[in-house]
T-cell receptor, first 111, second 114 residues
Framework: EDQVTQSPEALRLQEGESSSLNCSYT??????LFWYRQDPGKGPEFLFT???AGEEKEKERLKATLTKKESFLHITAPKPEDSATYLC????????????FGTGTRLQVFP | DGGITQSPKYLFRKEGQNVTLSCEQN?????MYWYRQDPGQGLRLIYY???????QKGDIAEGYSVSREKKESFPLTVTSAQKNPTAFYLC?????????????FGDGTRLSIL
């Protein structure tokens, strides 16, 4: 069964304390892996797409990486405004109509 | 600016009532999607449409209905048959999912039961 698992469920960081969020996936062929940021009461905001193992994407303090089984979202020197829920989603190669979402990691960054 | 507009932001439903959630996009995207988000669960697909006048059931379509008469619009009706409708509903769109393009989301409608 296709599945996406995100860990940890919640993460509390001090401002400037770097860390990583994990997204493990099981799918029969990967068309793409997506990272989103979601603020409370808002829709998910697209961050990155990764298509193949070894690929990396960066945006400000965020860097996403991809292997054949998992993706990491690295947060370097986070600021309080990085506090949000980060969602990972996988698009299977054989069924590109349906994104499979993880349950997200809720990140809180304290000053 | 192009984007996806969902309305209303908050909606209340009485017992036995059907309610319709609006989703409009001006991104010229062909595909549109409806998801339901519940606390502690990943987004679950309700219905999707790849082209005007055509749509398919997602994983949790029971108690919901949609229409796609215009490229820009994909309204979702929550019928009285949906016994647990309280949730955050998200509409999304993309140009071509077969190319692995990301879906872009609106800001959601929160539906509650009176």
């Amino acid at each position: 069964e296709d599945q996406v698992t995100q860990s940890p469920e919640a993460l509390r960081l001090q401002e400037g304390e770097s860390s990583s969020l994990n997204c493990s996936y099981t799918v029969s062929g990967l068309r793409g892996l997506f990272w989103y940021r979601q603020d409370p009461g808002k829709g998910p905001e697209f961050l990155f797409t990764l298509y193949s193992a070894g690929e990396e994407k960066e945006k400000e303090r965020l860097k996403a990486t991809l292997t054949k089984k998992e993706s990491f979202l690295h947060i370097t020197a986070p600021k309080p405004e990085d506090s949000a829920t980060y969602l990972c989603a996988v698009l299977p190669l054989y069924n590109t109509d349906k994104l499979i979402f993880g349950t997200g990691t809720r990140l809180q960054v304290f000053p | 600016d192009g984007g996806i507009t969902q309305s209303p932001k908050y909606l209340f439903r009485k017992e036995g009532q059907n309610v319709t959630l609006s989703c409009e996009q001006n991104l010229n995207h062909d595909a549109m999607y409806w998801y339901r988000q519940d606390p502690g669960q990943g987004l679950r697909l309700i219905y999707y449409s790849q082209i005007v006048n055509d749509f398919q059931k997602g994983d949790i379509a029971e108690g919901y209905s949609v229409s796609r008469e215009k490229k820009e619009s994909f309204p979702l009706t929550v019928t009285s048959a949906q016994k647990n409708p309280t949730a955050f509903y998200l509409c999304a769109s993309n140009r071509d999912s077969s190319l692995g393009q990301p879906q872009h989301f609106g800001d959601g409608t929160r539906l509650s039961i009176l």
